[in-house]
C-alpha cells in the first residue's frame, strides 16, 4: 500500500492570530536555485533591498540584515527561477507551532533555533510547543 504525505498546512503551523489583516504582510522573496520556500520558513529583510529569505544564522555578504529573524512566511513559495511575492505574519501577536517552523540550511542546532525564534519573539511572533 502507498503511504500518502501531506504538505503542512497553515493550520498545522499557526496556532492563535488576533487579527490577520494587521499580523500579515505581501513581501519580495529573494530568488535563486535553492529558494523554494516550505510553509513556516522562517525569513529576515534583506536591508539593501528590502528582499526577504531564510534567515541564516551569521550575516552572509550581499544579504545583510537577512540574519535577524523578523518574519514567518505562512504559504507556499517557489522562488527558484525569479523573485516571488509571498504572504508573511510580520508581527503578533501569532502563536505558532515550533514544530511546524522551517529554517535555512545554517540553522541546525537546537541553540540556534532557539536564538531565531527569540529575535521572532521581539515581533510579538511567538513560537511555542503545540499538539
Do not use: W
Not at 11 to 29: A, H, I
Not at 107 to 119: F, G, H, N, S
Amino acid at each position: 500500500m502507498t503511504a500518502l504525505t501531506q504538505n503542512p498546512t497553515l493550520g498545522d503551523l499557526v496556532k492563535y492570530e488576533l487579527e490577520p489583516r494587521y499580523n500579515r504582510e505581501v513581501v519580495t522573496l529573494k530568488s535563486g536555485a535553492s529558494y523554494a520556500y516550505a510553509i513556516g520558513t522562517v525569513l529576515g529583510k534583506i536591508t539593501a533591498t528590502g528582499k526577504y529569505r531564510a534567515s541564516p544564522i551569521a550575516e552572509v555578504v550581499g544579504d545583510e540584515g537577512a540574519e535577524n529573524a523578523c518574519a514567518v512566511l505562512l504559504e507556499i513559495v517557489d522562488a527558484t527561477t525569479a523573485d516571488a511575492i509571498g504572504l508573511v505574519a510580520a508581527r503578533g501577536p501569532i502563536l505558532f507551532s515550533k514544530a511546524a517552523l522551517a529554517y535555512d540550511s545554517s540553522v541546525d542546532l537546537d541553540a540556534e533555533k532557539a536564538a531565531k525564534i527569540a529575535q521572532l519573539a521581539t515581533h510579538g511572533l511567538v513560537a511555542r510547543d503545540t499538539a
